[in-house]
């Protein structure tokens, strides 16, 4: 039963090599990411590499460049973001870090060197937790080690033209501040390492130290992938996160393979560095052509010395964390939904229309804003808010390309909550509410400027008022012709009604009344109705 | 020699005419040379280092200690000197296309000048300028200063700014003065004592030091140092070295003391354990892609990584023979096998080195802050003298010999154990002056103080060895 269970577990996953254990899958990350700082590590350049693409060595300072007689000055914009950063995933602050010299020859590397913090990193022994439901993956929790966070230079970028036989080189990315984070080899599976860089990705981003982006490189991961206790493979160039998934799921074949055959001594026998083209692993480096890096502590640039009071400064400045967040609004009294609370709390990369930042402002006024109105709500009563913010409002918003920030001015939450307030007291239904709502989006949107919204006029203009007074013969004629229409067209349904087989059967006769009157009509008093009609209890 | 074949021989470039009148509005005119390895913004000024990798360098920002100069308008800026290629050497011969006529001393023509500041001080000791600014590492301006016979001072390790002065080694590099005037040496010190926020090893505001009059103080404690006695030093200079000690004795209120620091004898291997690593580190960027000299591929047909063989002919070409000697050398200390037991053993000898002297003065060293440091006060040293070289400058002829000798020139160290009295006050960043040890000798001796202590120094220097006729 166990068995059968785990299997279809890991086919559903698509991971069906990982869950068997004779050949175990071992990986750990090396993330770099480029914080968003307004200078670079060492100078006073602009720290702008990917907005500058199209203006090589626009933003170089002659240190940038290396130039004779230059020196390095510690930008401590960087240190506070490294410290947010380290802190934020729980690492010990090393209060006298320092800068060493990483000595290696490229066309992109001005110095001969990059300075990084190889011998006394930042930050050392930090953690991320993974959880099942907020980061979907196999296991209830999933305890990822960090082993060090350093600060370091990026190095310029190469432009290779195969035609002119000639390299370009680009500086503006030379000296722009990267933090390389090292987990420990902690990952026994792909969604679990997935799962780790979205949450790192949410993380810096939350932070505001970087954009999080592999797209742009602003994020690049590398992976060490190994199999039992054979040697390491470092993967490189993974552009994004399915080449990242694609090229362990490669790697593990290929090592698997050559242990099944028995090769593992000939081929397995030392670590190996290989890049991902897209369809299979390819050699970079190997032992025999491994580079000394020469480390140097940098004789010039000292200690970071930091007193401990910032570093509590630091930790007291920070945002509450993201796991948290979603924690605390599936709770009382939001009660969300795992889905609905990651939707405010992980940031969405691509969306104009809105940010998970703007959304939570948003919900979490109005809901306040609500709740402070009407006392004693009941656990089902305080769901409308989110209901009607993310599938209503938000699915608007997508559909008429408006942005939240452009509709806010017209219509902010205390307003979206005098909405709310119209459908909670029964004055229009749920039908109505969305007439409305759409009514009032496309409004601002034709108008392009701030609109001033009477809600009470335009439910009288609209004709969505719920008409608690009725006439109730009129309302019987009517739901006497829906019967009628139904029953020529599928007279099985009618008596499968009656008989009283299905509820929901019923709710599509009272849908098709809600129609015909705009949603004016209390969808209960149409069930009162068409029971009376058809003679059911 | 005329002063125009001495301007010739002396100087890289020549910005101004060197004969120019005397005073300005009652201000006395100081002309001055700089050592071709400090950067100056100029269109025709090329900032060579001596070095084919540098040939045609123009560096497009001025050292903050040319900008300093360049405002003082009794200063006038003569002209970019010869220097050993990249400071690396203790001759005043390393470069391309050496010539041992282009090389001069003028007032010992049959010697080597010294290096590596070898243009500063020759342009002083014949006359051209009033002062020269030289860089000394591990005594690159105390060495040519002395066997010019001329002054030379390398103030405490961090009071000038190095922005805009081309790295050998920056743990140890260090700005110097060379005049015949000690005045001179002091006035342009003084100017030059500021912090700049552009170098990041520029000693901060609260821990300098100027003295609003001169020391007046009328005892002074001199400390002998008992490991200079080493058979290497010529009997030559140990016995003007006695000579000066027995007339110091005779003015009132010096008192001479053995002192000991035993780290002293570790301070060759220190240093040249530690100032080629930062060598090998700070040269690993003339790779000729950005600026400076570009060598053929020679391998370009080959379809191996082409990245590396460009680097390779660029830097072996234009490297001189010494300056790769020393890249060699530091890349091996480093090298993954050798950085524990060489280079991280080098940095914990310095320290102790640094501990020793701190033990021996009587005042404490600005950079141990507050802390207490175990020091019999009452019996600390002002001052340490020690002769600045081993031997009197050598006969060029002997020199280009020995260069073309095979066998001499397989053993550098040689030439590295002149360095022997200079190398311990780089290591510990105290200020130190060498002057000769007699009107116009060729003999100098240094005048070592604590680190901050440059003040003092320079006015012992002048009231006592100099106005007391000690060195003269």
């Known amino acids: ?537 | 020699m005329s002063k125009q074949q001495l301007i010739n021989k002396i100087f890289f470039s020549v910005k101004n005419n060197v004969e120019t009148p005397l005073k300005i509005t009652g201000q006395q005119l100081l002309t001055y040379s700089l050592k071709d390895n400090i950067c100056v913004k100029a269109e025709d000024d090329k900032t060579t280092c001596n070095s084919s990798m540098l040939w045609e360098y123009k560096s497009p920002f001025n050292s903050t200690i040319y900008d300093i100069l360049s405002k003082e308008s009794n200063l006038k800026f003569i002209g970019k000197t010869r220097l050993d290629e990249f400071a690396m050497g203790s001759m005043g011969i390393n470069g391309p296309n050496f010539n041992p006529k282009d090389v001069l001393n003028p007032l010992f023509p049959d010697r080597v000048p010294g290096g590596s500041s070898s243009g500063s001080a020759a342009s002083v000791s014949g006359g051209l300028v009033d002062f020269s600014l030289g860089t000394d590492t591990g005594g690159s301006v105390r060495l040519p200063a002395s066997w010019c016979g001329t002054m030379g001072f390398k103030p405490s390790y961090g009071k000038i700014s190095r922005y805009g002065v081309v790295d050998m080694a920056q743990s140890l590099d260090t700005v110097g003065v060379i005049s015949n005037d000690i005045d001179k040496i002091y006035h342009v010190f003084k100017l030059l004592d500021q912090y700049d926020p552009k170098d990041t090893t520029s000693l901060p505001e609260e821990l300098r030091f100027r003295p609003p009059q001169q020391d007046l103080k009328s005892e002074w404690k001199i400390g002998i140092p008992r490991e200079i006695c080493i058979d290497l030093c010529d009997p030559i200079i140990w016995n003007k070295f006695e000579e000066t000690l027995h007339k110091l004795l005779s003015v009132p209120g010096v008192t001479l003391h053995p002192v000991s620091i035993p780290s002293l004898k570790l301070s060759l291997p220190i240093y040249y354990t530690l100032c080629p690593s930062e060598v090998a580190s700070n040269l690993a960027r003339y790779d000729g892609v950005r600026y400076g000299s570009r060598e053929k591929n020679e391998f370009e047909d080959q379809d191996n990584d082409t990245d590396i063989t460009l680097f390779a002919s660029t830097r072996s070409k234009h490297f001189g023979k010494e300056v790769k000697r020393r890249i060699m050398l530091g890349n091996h200390t480093l090298s993954s096998g050798s950085y524990q037991n060489n280079y991280l053993k080098a940095q914990r000898l310095r320290m102790r080195l640094i501990d020793e002297f701190n033990s021996i003065f009587q005042v404490r060293n600005v950079l141990m802050g507050k802390t207490e440091i175990k020091t019999n006060s009452d019996e600390g040293i002002d001052f340490m003298l020690v002769p600045t070289s081993l031997t009197p400058p050598p006969k060029m002829d002997d020199v280009v010999k020995s260069q073309t000798n095979k066998q001499q020139e397989e053993n550098p160290v040689t030439n590295y154990m002149n360095d022997f009295f200079t190398v311990p006050m780089s290591l510990a960043g105290l200020p130190t002056i060498s002057i000769p040890m007699s009107l116009k000798s060729n003999l100098g001796v240094q005048i070592v103080g604590q680190y901050g202590d440059d003040y003092k120094v320079l006015n012992f220097a002048k009231n006592v060895m100099i106005n007391s006729n000690v060195s003269t």
């Open chain 1, 1 to 537: 039963m166990v068995k059968f269970r785990n299997i279809r577990v890991s086919l559903k996953t698509g991971r069906f090599y990982s869950t068997r254990n004779e050949y175990k899958l071992i990986c750990g990350l090396e993330i770099h990411t480029q914080l968003n700082t307004d200078n670079k590590l060492f100078s006073l350049s602009t720290n702008a590499p990917f907005k500058s693409l199209n203006t090589p060595n626009k933003h170089v300072s002659h240190f940038d460049a290396s130039l004779p007689g230059t020196r390095p000055k510690l930008n401590y914009e960087c240190v506070l973001d490294a410290l947010k950063l380290a802190l934020s995933l729980n690492c010990n602050v090393n209060l006298n870090s320092h800068f060493d010299r990483k000595h290696y020859f490229y066309g992109d590397q001005p110095q001969g060197y990059q300075l990084t913090q190889h011998y006394s990193p930042i930050a050392t022994e930090g953690y991320m937790n993974l959880y099942t439901d907020i980061d979907t993956i196999d296991t209830p929790t999933k305890k990822i080690g960090i082993i060090q966070l350093q600060l370091e230079q990026d190095t310029g970028i190469s432009h290779y033209d195969n035609q002119e036989k000639t390299t370009m080189i680009d500086l503006n990315r030379s000296n722009v501040p990267l933090i390389e984070l090292v987990t420990k080899p902690d990952f026994t599976t792909i969604p679990q390492v997935i799962a780790f860089i979205k949450k790192y990705q949410n993380l810096v981003r939350n932070l505001d130290v970087s954009t999080g982006n592999l797209e742009t490189g602003a994020i690049r991961v590398d992976v060490n992938v190994s199999v039992d206790t054979y040697p390491r493979v470092e993967l490189k160039n993974l552009p994004n996160t399915s080449s990242i998934s694609n090229a362990i799921k490669y790697e593990y074949k290929r090592q698997v393979n050559i242990i099944k055959q028995g090769k593992a001594s000939e081929l397995l026998n030392c670590q190996e560095t290989r890049g991902w083209n897209g369809k299979e692993t390819v050699k970079l480096r190997s032992k025999e052509t491994t580079i000394d890096y020469r480390y140097m502590p940098d004789p010039e640039l000292g200690c970071v010395t930091l007193d401990p009071s910032i570093v509590q400064n630091v930790r007291n400045s920070l945002p509450r964390s993201s796991d948290d967040e979603i924690r605390s609004l599936m709770e009382e009294p939001y009660n969300l939904s795992v889905k609905n609370a990651k939707l405010l709390c992980v940031h969405n990369e691509k969306n104009e229309q809105y940010t998970s930042i703007e959304v939570k402002d948003f919900y979490l006024t109005s809901f306040d804003l609500f709740q402070k109105s009407n006392a004693k709500l009941s656990f089902k009563e305080k769901k409308i808010v989110a209901n009607w913010v993310i599938n209503e409002l938000l699915g608007n918003l997508n559909k008429l390309e408006l942005s939240l920030r452009e509709i806010k001015q017209s219509f902010p939450p205390e307003k979206f909550v005098e909405f709310i307030q119209l459908i909670h007291d029964g004055k229009i239904s749920n039908t109505g509410g969305k007439t409305l709502l759409f009514y009032i989006l496309n409004l601002i949107k034709e108008k392009s400027i701030s609109v001033e919204l009477n809600l009470p006029k335009l439910v009288n203009e609209l004709k969505i008022e719920v008409q608690s007074t009725i006439n109730d013969d009129e309302l019987l004629s009517q739901c006497k012709d829906i019967i009628d229409e139904v029953n020529e067209s599928d007279p099985k349904l009618i008596e499968a009604i009656k008989l009283g087989k299905r509820i929901n059967l019923l709710n599509y006769l009272v849908g098709i009344a809600m129609k015909k009157t705009r949603g004016r009509v209390k969808p209960t008093e149409y069930q009162r109705l068409f029971k009376f009609l058809l003679k059911i209890e």
